[in-house]
């Protein structure tokens, strides 16, 4: 039996330059600031410093922007 009323999330992952966990926290806690309902995290031990971001809707436009913001590159991992 299928469940008709799952909520569907989408996950974005981002290739970052982020190498430390100070700026890392920095970036989650402003990307929390406009996205407060999704789940983001950094994995820094991952050679392409993935950022990870789960939610109802993504918008990659702001999310590229706001790492931007903080100086640093991030591409969407294909």
Do not use: Q, W
Request: include cysteine; glycine fraction near 2%.
């Amino acid at each position: 039996m299928h469940n008709t009323n799952a909520i569907v999330k989408m996950v974005e992952v981002y290739k970052t330059d982020v190498t430390t966990m100070e700026l890392a926290s920095s970036i989650v806690h402003r990307l929390l600031a406009a996205f407060p309902l999704h789940r983001i995290n950094f994995d820094l031990h991952d050679c392409d410093n993935i950022l990870r971001v789960e939610g109802d809707t993504i918008c990659n436009e702001t999310i590229i922007s706001i790492l931007n913001a903080h100086g640093c590159e991030c591409h969407v991992l294909e």
